[in-house]
């Protein structure tokens, strides 16, 4: 089997989101890329169902290389990270924090030094139906000096070096949401200023982006 390794890290990633909040059912999709090729979820499967076969493989244009089942109906967004930045691995969810915020703000603003772990403030971008050139085109855009993106009324798309950076950016984004949520409750939070964000960026380095 091509790329095995990388089709069990699909699964095993796959497999989580839904215990871990990140996505409802089979709504969430993780990719992993070496070379020109990328592993990602199919579509429509249960994911503890989900065997390493039945992840596809498609080339850096979303065409399919090899796999029994349809890609993710998000490959173009996957894709279009791979194009555009370093990334080793692609996560996409429907978190709840997350997506709540995304009809509130137009960014998620600094409530915690980790939004710095994220490359700063991490942005908003407007709504654009799933599965899209246009989602991806915004996704990306979004993306410039962040390692995440909160896509509106829809979710949120990480990446990393690899896999596990990727999903553990995914469970972050999800944890300071849930923390500006929990905030606003009590009050106006006060938040860090830009330079505050940039001394804990460079603490952290600047790994996993371009
Ligand atoms: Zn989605």
Avoid at 87 to 108: F, I, K, M, N, Q
Avoid at 150 to 170: K, P, V, W
Wanted: aromatic residues 6%; contains cysteine.
């Amino acid at each position: 089997m091509r790329m095995r390794d990388e089709r069990e890290a699909v699964v095993a990633y796959s497999r989580r989101m839904a215990g871990d909040g990140l996505a409802v059912g089979t709504s969430g999709n993780v990719s992993v890329r070496t070379g020109d090729l990328v592993a990602i979820t199919p579509t429509g499967v249960a994911y503890e169902a989900l065997d390493p076969q039945d992840v596809c493989l498609v080339d850096l244009d979303g065409a399919p290389v090899d796999g029994h089942l349809r890609p993710s109906s998000e490959v173009p967004m996957h894709t279009a990270v791979y194009r555009a930045t370093d990334a080793g691995a692609v996560v996409h969810t429907h978190p709840l924090y997350a997506t709540a915020l995304s009809t509130l703000l137009d960014e998620l603003p600094g409530v915690h030094y980790l939004v710095a772990q994220l490359g700063g403030p991490v942005r908003v971008v407007p709504y654009a139906p799933y599965g899209t050139e246009e989602l991806a085109r915004l996704g990306v855009e979004g993306l410039a000096g962040r390692t995440a993106v909160i896509l509106a009324n829809h979710g949120a798309t990480t990446y990393g070096a690899h896999l596990e950076q990727a999903y553990t950016r995914s469970l972050t984004l999800e944890w300071l949401c849930r923390l500006w949520a929990e905030a606003r409750k009590l009050g106006e939070p006060r938040l860090l200023d830009a330079g505050q964000l940039e001394a804990a960026r460079i603490a952290f380095g600047s790994y996993g982006q371009r």
